[in-house]
């Protein structure tokens, strides 16, 4: 009786002491996305006969739950939005309806300087700038001139008390001129190093650089984008995502514990979506990293990936692009044909080997048992609507996000 009473006495001053001294503490849980791209075949898939319209909705339908288990999701927009007549490789121009259909599955933000930027000259810059601004879709990246970018740049986003700069530049254009008053971001030192200060002097709590760099097909960084790595780290700037090889790149991440200090280093996220089919090319990543902010600072606490995979089937005699979470349809083996099941295979245990043997503190997140098996993503068992969209994956709405605001 007397131990009783004694413990009860010490469990509620411990309970006490633990409301009192609890930090107020936020997160923000970011995903980073690779290339959309926008070869023929897929421009093609998008248009329907029947209504003479575009719409890439069933192409993003089955990754679309995995973007609901972040606050921040931000894709590499590898086309220009030009307008007609729209284009395949060399020279990029999508329909409008690759925009709607990222946004409507959950991309918050894009970023716009990339090697393409230029393939519709600055009309094509123009356009696909008011074609986002329409739709209220953030970007870093592209501007129209000096007065846009000075003032949009660099892009501010706050939620969940997290303040957060998003930085985005490429190493060319192709060898295409950027025409003037235009600008797309190009990857220089200097330039870097004003708009982190620039960042810094706006109060953010985390400042992100989106690069699009490095060797096509090369599944090792280049010495170019180490060094440059190590220059972005070196200015504080501590969280560096990299696209453009159209392969994986290894991943490494320090966390902010109290004898290490946390940085993020992503080379290449590969292809989102894409007509590319090669081996090591059908497919991407998605790199997640959460923040943790208390009164004293802004931690960099958890990372992991997603692998994507793209799958082009045939339905009712058409080809049709579908991205899909890696891990999730691995234990559907029967949705796939015999070759298909071959492909995503032979992706799945490269992406594997490379990041087994290369990835630091950057581990998969899987899909087991109907949900994504990490402690530190939310899970959000209401916002589940099961078989909304298809018959075999249940499909989870879309967070909206009533405090998310873009500020500059
Ligand atoms: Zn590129």
Known sequence: MRIALYLSIVLSCISISLSAQEPQKSSLILMFIGDV???GG???AAFDENTKTYSYDSTFSRIAPAFALTDLAIANLEVTLAGEPYSGYPQFSSPDALADGLKTAGIDALVTANNHSVD???????RTIDVLNNRGIPFAGTYKDKANRDSTYPLLIEQNGIRVALLNYTYGTNGIPVPSPTIVNLIDTAQIRTDYQKAKAMQVDEVIAFLHWGNEYQRTPSLEQMKLTAFMHNLGLRIVIGSHPHVLQRMEASMDTDSTEGRVAVYSLGNFVSNQRSRYQNGGAMALIRLEKDEKSTRIAHTGHILVWVHLPKR?????????PVSQYEQISEYFSIDDEALFTEFAADSRKLYGRENYNFPEIHYRNGQWQV???RID?????????????PWRKKVTHPKLSFKF
């Open 37 to 39: 791209m926008g070869h």
């Open 42 to 44: 897929q421009v093609r």
């Open 120 to 126: 519709r000259g600055k009309n094509g810059i123009i």
């Open 316 to 324: 009712e005699g058409r080809k049709i692009y579908q991205v899909l």
């Open 375 to 377: 402690p530190w993503i």
């Open 381 to 393: 068992q209401e916002l589940q609507i099961p078989q909304r969209i298809n018959r075999i994956v």
